[in-house]
């Protein structure tokens, strides 16, 4: 978000005395801090105005920062096609707001460094992680997404010889959509009905089990397939072997 010469020169001055009690640099390297423990540590108990005044500044530059990026957020929500990444922008966007109104209300209301700290932790994060759905919305969620799914899978299911990361979970859905066994239009739907938690945990290692199980029919005396879908075949059949699903 662009800021003008003396709103940047000021929090330019508020974030270098914050640093002096524990904060650091933002990781996007956008105006602001990142909150750290040692930086809490320091606002309990009373702090010097010009403490309390640069944290306050920041916070309302952090706002600022925030309002502008759920704005775009929204707008860019309103071009998305996929459902399940439609579902976690929502879902996102509903925390951002929360975060937003509860850092609002901490500046406004009844004022502590502390309290407005830990929300101002929470917008910055936040508001980190807008930058990169704004660029890529579909590889942001996408990579959440299949973060989520092999976590449920290793945490919960406890099928494999060894945790299927996401990188190859995901391979193994788009090999398996190849090959004509509807892998990721599966896995997608199991996902979304993740909704009821633990219910529908074996629905998504299903997907899995279910589509090695076809491939073995559909290949059995079934040369002509195999030739015709040789590298895909290979490739999956491959890394399927590591982790006892083929």
């Known amino acids: 978000m662009a800021q003008n010469h003396k709103t940047f020169k000021r929090q330019a001055e ?48 952090a706002l600022d920062e925030a309002e502008k ?27 951002y707001s929360e975060h937003i109104h509860s850092l609002h209300k901490s500046v406004k209301s009844r004022y502590r460094s502390l309290r407005v700290a830990n929300r ?12 990169k759905i704004l660029k890529n919305p579909d590889a942001y969620f996408g990579k959440k997404k299949w973060g989520a799914i092999s976590g449920i899978l290793n945490n919960l299911m406890g099928t494999y010889s060894r945790d ?3 990188e190859d979970l995901k391979r193994l859905c788009v090999l398996g959509q190849k090959l004509g066994l509807n892998t990721l239009v599966d896995i997608d739907r199991a996902y979304a ?12 290692g299903k997907v ?24 895909v075949y290979k490739e999956f059949t491959e890394l399927a072997s590591q982790y006892n699903l083929w």
């Open 120 to 131: 101002l932790e929470d917008v910055f994060n936040y508001s980190d992680a807008a930058y």
């Open 14 to 61: 508020a974030t270098r005395l914050l640093e002096k009690i524990g904060a650091t640099r933002r990781k996007s390297r956008k105006a602001g801090i990142t909150v750290t423990g040692e930086l809490k540590e320091s606002l309990r108990g009373r702090q010097s105005p010009e403490i309390a005044n640069a944290l306050k500044f920041t916070a309302n530059t």
């Open 193 to 204: 009905e993740y909704d009821n938690l633990l219910r529908n945990s074996d629905q998504i």
């Open 208 to 231: 899995l089990t279910d589509a090695s199980d076809k491939l073995r029919s559909i290949t059995q005396a079934n040369e002509e397939f195999i030739d015709k879908h040789k590298k």
């Open 69 to 95: 990026l759920y704005d775009d957020l929204i707008d860019t929500a309103d071009n998305i096609e996929d459902k399940t990444t439609q579902k976690m922008m929502q879902e996102y966007l509903s925390k």
């Open 164 to 166: 299927i990361p996401p």
